[in-house]
């Protein structure tokens, strides 16, 4: 501006038809106000004149001609910019230089753009989406198989193991029977309805009974005692003609000397051993 001003206030000569800068109310000639109040150029270390814009950055300065990428040397005035170490870098340069790939589809997160991070990758936040619904993800909970990330309820539809019983999904533990899952609390005797799990049970038809009820149900009586017959754990038992015994009932009817494994002859509804047959 031209002065209206009588002298500069550093050096005292007349401002009277030349140029001059304002500080404080104060009048400077250029060259005063230059020296002493000009910030020095980051880049060419030259102060910036009052006659030339100053481009500032976090609390540093720039000619206008001198605030370029530090690696393609392109002006950055009035363009977008990344600093790195106090460098700054177009983001183009930026990005070939620091910034991270996008797992999904391997191209640059610009710098700026909001960027999802899960288990040490990277993506753009419209390609970390559920690889069933395809809906975005955010900050809800997934799951991930195979390397591809899935909300709760896809997964669960796709994968997750239901019960046999309630057909609910088995978050955790269960049990297994006949290839089937079920959850620890609803695998019960069909019967009963006692809690099966860690116990001794039996299957008929893909559901479990417990061994009381199984034998109530479903096992053969022995044709001597008339108790139920079963093969569970250890219990030996033999079978004739349609008829059961408890390998400790297989009995002589008239000596009662035991018959296992040796042979045997039958009368109407008696066993005979060999020699009480001939006897007879």
């Not at 390609?127 to 991930?144: A, E, H, M, N, S």
């Not at 053969?220 to 139920?228: H, L, N, T």
Request: hydrophobic share 25%.
């Amino acid at each position: 501006m031209t002065s209206s001003h009588t002298d500069c206030h550093y050096c005292l000569q007349s401002l009277r038809g030349r140029k001059y800068a304002l500080r404080d109310e104060n009048a400077y000639c250029v060259a005063c106000y230059d020296s002493l109040y000009a910030n020095p150029c980051e880049e060419c270390k030259q102060p910036i004149e009052c006659n030339s814009k100053d481009l500032a950055y976090k609390g540093r300065h720039w000619h206008e001609r001198c605030f370029k990428c530090a690696k393609c040397s392109r002006s950055l005035v009035e363009k977008p910019f990344a600093a790195k170490d106090e460098v700054l870098l177009c983001t183009e340069c930026y990005s070939d230089e620091y910034s991270s790939k996008c797992f999904h589809c391997q191209k640059t997160i610009m710098p700026g753009s909001r960027k999802m991070e899960f288990k040490g990758s990277s993506w753009h936040e419209s390609c970390f989406v559920c690889r069933y619904c395809q809906q975005p993800l955010g900050t809800k909970p997934l799951i991930t198989k195979d390397n591809e990330n899935y909300c709760v309820p896809c997964f669960e539809k796709q994968f997750a193991h239901h019960c046999y019983s309630c057909k609910k999904v088995i978050t955790s533990g269960g049990v297994t029977c006949h290839d089937q899952p079920w959850h620890k609390e609803c695998f019960v005797c069909a019967g009963c309805k006692t809690q099966l799990y860690g116990q001794r049970f039996i299957s008929k038809d893909e559901y479990p009974y417990c061994v009381d009820c199984f034998s109530k149900l479903y096992a053969k009586k022995c044709a001597a005692c008339k108790k139920p017959v079963t093969a569970l754990g250890s219990a030996k038992y033999i079978s004739f003609e349609e008829r059961q015994w408890h390998g400790e009932c297989f009995n002589c009817a008239k000596c009662s000397v035991s018959l296992v494994s040796r042979e045997f002859l039958t009368r109407q509804d008696d066993i005979l051993c060999h020699e009480c047959a001939s006897a007879s």
